[in-house]
């Protein structure tokens, strides 16, 4: 027999006096007398037969279960053991746990008259829990009675400890009962401490909930002098004629949203001077912020913008503005957005767009906590104009310098060669640009030698070189015969330059 086939046919005790029974013990004090008492022979006890752990037969248990362990999931044993040991102590997990024989356990309140006789006898084991023969109550019904009242107390125990201020109140809006921290808090907040049975302060105004259901708000309480305040969350709960009202101390919440907002604040105004537009996408790829740079540099509307667009609705805005590069067909721009993205996501998009207007951007991409992305606008055009202009200054330089009838070369201050001229590789037949490893001193004067007389002071050039001072007209004599005047002068950033002119005051002669 199982424990569904029991419950339909277990009845209902009497309720009015288990209710009046339940109130006077919950608060400490005797049972009042009934005034016509149940008959003796009614405090039969409950017994319940078990073949390892399932349940195989039972008697007199009508009220023993609630729908809490007829919808269990747990097998027979655990269910009936689990609420005998709400009453007794030590009640074993398992039926293997218990000697052969009989075991009677005790209950643990004082005032239980209860007993629990296990017999085992191998693989079956009898539960037999006794009855109140003194109030004519059987084993079911004062197992009913006192499992409700340890529930009770260990609520009460359990909210009167609790950390987080409780209260309840009655139907006209009157405190009740509160525990202790609710107490603690009315002390600390400066009202007197309520005496035994008296009504505790008002520290929150009043919920209402609706019948059945709940209320939240969140409240502010200051301590004397107002200084010092105090943020509580409150959740008053429909409970039939009274309400419970549960509170939770959220300073620290508060204090992390104050600062966070702050915090928002002081990035929007860094962010409001920054002359890089930035534009920030959240994990679900909706612009979440954006600066004023960002409206000056795109020209995308504001009221567009504020509106949170998606990254693609974004960018083929900026597409139709023409703020970006023209891709070559729409169903591959589409693609891009999506590689676009990807490349965001992992810090390595970087690009640069050349406008139809003219304008250069640099535009960046970084990923972001919680899935965010940011991308970065910077106009460079000024900058890619200073570049265009030095690099074109410096090309007309090095034709004006190839156009000199001197040999000339440029080392830099760690001696490497940093600039020839034209008349230089074709006097000494090299490609400094050519060649894959830098040009030292020292590899050029190995050329130089081995090009022209060895009586060349080539040792008073290596010197100059190598120490960056002046050297006026070494006379050199080439490999073709021709004579060339080597002539060493210091540069700035200790950089040094050499130059070897032809000595046209000089006849060419024979080499020795």
């Not at 004519?136 to 400890?161: F, V």
Request: with cysteine; hydrophobic share 40%; glycine share 8%.
């Amino acid at each position: 027999m199982g424990i569904d086939l029991v419950l339909l046919v277990a009845t209902a005790l009497g309720v009015a006096a288990g209710v009046g029974v339940l109130c006077w013990m919950a608060r400490g004090e005797p049972a009042p007398q009934v005034a016509a008492p149940m008959p003796r022979d009614t405090a039969v006890p409950a017994s319940f037969v078990f073949s390892g752990r399932e349940l195989v037969d039972m008697a007199d248990t009508a009220g023993f279960f609630d729908n809490r362990l007829a919808h269990s999931e747990h097998d027979d044993w655990t269910n009936v053991v689990r609420s005998l040991g709400l009453r007794f102590a030590d009640v074993p997990k398992s039926p293997t746990d218990l000697p052969e024989g009989e075991t009677q356990f005790l209950a643990k309140a004082p005032r239980d008259p209860g007993k629990l006789i296990a017999r085992r006898d191998g693989t079956s084991t009898r539960l037999v829990l006794s009855g109140n023969p003194r109030e004519g109550m059987s084993g079911a019904a004062l197992h009913k009675l006192h499992t409700a009242l340890a529930e009770l107390r260990m609520m009460r125990a359990g909210l009167g400890r609790t950390p987080s201020p409780i209260f309840a109140r009655d139907g006209d809006g009157n405190i009740l009962w509160a525990n202790a921290a609710y107490i603690d808090l009315a002390t600390k907040l400066g009202f007197e401490k309520a005496t035994e049975g008296g009504q505790p302060p008002e520290l929150f105004e009043p919920l209402n909930p609706e019948e059945g259901s709940y209320s939240i708000r969140r409240d502010c309480l200051s301590e004397p002098g107002g200084d010092v305040k105090h943020w509580y969350d409150i959740c008053a709960v429909d409970a039939g004629q009274h309400t419970i009202t549960f509170t939770m101390d959220v300073d620290a919440v508060v204090n992390a949203e104050i600062a966070q907002r702050n915090f928002v604040q002081t990035l929007t105004k860094t962010f409001a001077q920054l002359s890089i537009g930035l534009a920030i996408f959240n994990r679900d790829r909706q612009l979440a912020l954006f600066n004023p740079a960002l409206v000056d540099l795109t020209e995308l509307p504001v009221d567009f913008l504020s509106g949170r667009p998606t990254i693609r609705c974004f960018f083929d805005m900026l597409r139709d503005n023409h703020m970006m590069p023209e891709p070559k067909n729409y169903a591959s721009w589409r693609e891009r957005i999506g590689t676009l993205v990807a490349a965001a996501s992992d810090g390595n998009f970087h690009e640069t767009w050349s406008l139809p207007s003219g304008q250069t951007y640099r535009v960046t991409g970084r990923p972001h906590p919680d899935g965010a992305v940011a991308f970065l606008f910077e106009d460079i055009s000024h900058e890619v104009s200073l570049t265009r202009s030095f690099r074109s200054e410096l090309a007309l330089g090095n034709a004006v310098l190839d156009q000199m009838d001197s040999a000339m070369a440029v080392f830099s201050a760690d001696g490497v060669l940093a600039f020839s001229n034209a008349q230089f590789r074709d006097v000494w037949g090299v490609d400094p640009d050519s060649a894959f490893a830098d040009t030292t001193i020292a590899d050029a004067l190995a050329i130089w030698r081995s090009k022209s007389d060895p009586a060349t002071k080539w040792e008073e050039i290596e010197s100059a070189l190598s120490t960056g001072t002046v050297l006026d007209d070494v006379q050199i004599i080439m490999s073709d015969h021709s004579r060339r005047l080597c002539r060493v002068r210091p540069l700035i950033n200790g950089a040094r330059m050499v130059a070897f002119s032809t000595d046209s005051q000089v006849p060419a002669v024979d080499m020795v």
